[in-house]
């Protein structure tokens, strides 16, 4: 056991996946988000392209890489003049494309911007791109503040969330009314088999064993239930661009970093069956605007640009449109998106 910078962490060489030594991507990164202590690497399979930290931190430690971190704080409202247009789209699309009937929708719009595959992945992401038809007992592992869990209640959904986040959990509990269990998937000890739908959205990244984190969720999940997981691409057009100034690199949080071939790979070392998997470019224009700044004063604190400036936001809707046309011709999109069941 060795320290980094009050952090004690162990060696991490070989591929979770695939035993091999990993090649060096990336040396001497620092927490250019939220200002967590220590010098970290990243190393990469050659083989099947996962991506993880080295030096790994040991288990009990790693709160400490989200002491100025959070996931309580409620987003702002869209600005009343487009909140009515944005709120009649979203309906529409909701309702033609997902089956969720919603007030407000018009069906002929629904089927018109349905048509446009960006917008309907970006109001598809709301929901997981789960269906209405999909519905029963949700449950969203790491669920934060609880405002998706909030979202999908509303539209019929039962719904339970598992948060490490003690703040995150009072907020999930106290503003929404929520059902949410406070520590780790596998620390709730839900019954096998009793959930239709589980989301993991921008969670497995997070992990310490990814592999075990899908076992369990292939166990509570009851049989032709679906499992959705969102997490970043290592092999993204966007982490093409930016290198290490890449906003999804997320050094130290990000313990793993996944390529299409090796999320596949831990979902079927989890025993589970693969039924969509895709990538896309729903956050490509923030992604764009972060690692633009990141790039340009070496951090970004708190994650999210306050204000981006009209000419980046019109790179990034310019860069958004190219990788989306990217993750039709290969699989360069900034998330991968994956359903599989038991």
Not at 228 to 251: D, H, K, Q
Not at 282 to 295: D, G, K, P, T
């Amino acid at each position: 056991m060795i320290e980094n910078e009050g952090i004690r962490v162990e060696e991490a060489r070989s591929c979770l996946l695939c035993g091999n030594e990993g090649n060096l991507l990336y040396r001497g990164m620092r927490d250019f988000l939220f200002g967590a202590p220590g010098f970290w690497s990243l190393m990469q399979c050659p083989n099947c392209g996962l991506v993880w930290l080295n030096p790994r931190p040991l288990p009990d430690d790693i709160g400490k890489l989200y002491s100025q971190y959070y996931t309580h704080q409620i987003p702002e409202h869209p600005k009343k003049n487009l909140a009515g247009i944005r709120k009649r789209v979203k309906a529409s699309i909701l309702q033609s494309c997902f089956g969720y009937h919603m007030d407000g929708s018009n069906r002929i719009l629904g089927s018109v911007l349905g048509r446009i595959g960006l917008l309907e992945e970006i109001i598809g992401a709301g929901v997981r791109y789960l269906k209405a038809g999909d519905k029963g007992r949700l449950l969203d592992v790491g669920c934060g503040n609880g405002l998706f869990l909030d979202r999908m209640r509303q539209y019929g959904w039962d719904v339970t969330g598992v948060e490490p986040d003690g703040c995150a959990v009072s907020v999930a509990r106290e503003k929404f009314g929520l059902e949410v269990f406070h520590g780790s998937l596998e620390e709730a000890m839900f019954p096998e088999g009793c959930f239709d739908a589980i989301t993991v959205n921008h969670v497995i990244e997070h992990i310490s064993d990814p592999i075990r984190l899908l076992k369990e969720c292939r166990r509570v999940l009851r049989p032709g239930g679906k499992l959705v997981v969102m997490t970043p691409n290592i092999r993204s057009l966007g982490a093409r661009v930016f290198c290490e100034y890449w906003r999804g690199l997320e050094v130290p949080r990000h313990l793993f970093l996944f390529a299409p071939q090796s999320l596949r790979a831990c979902t079927k070392a989890a025993g589970l069956n693969i039924q969509h998997f895709r990538t896309t470019a729903n956050i490509a224009s923030f992604i764009w605007a972060a690692s633009s700044l990141i790039r340009r004063d070496g951090m970004l604190k708190g994650g999210f640009p306050e204000t981006p400036g009209l000419r980046l936001w019109l790179e990034g809707k310019a860069f958004q449109a190219v990788e989306y046309g990217q993750c039709w011709l290969g699989q360069e999109g900034e998330e991968l998106v994956m359903w599989a069941t038991k």
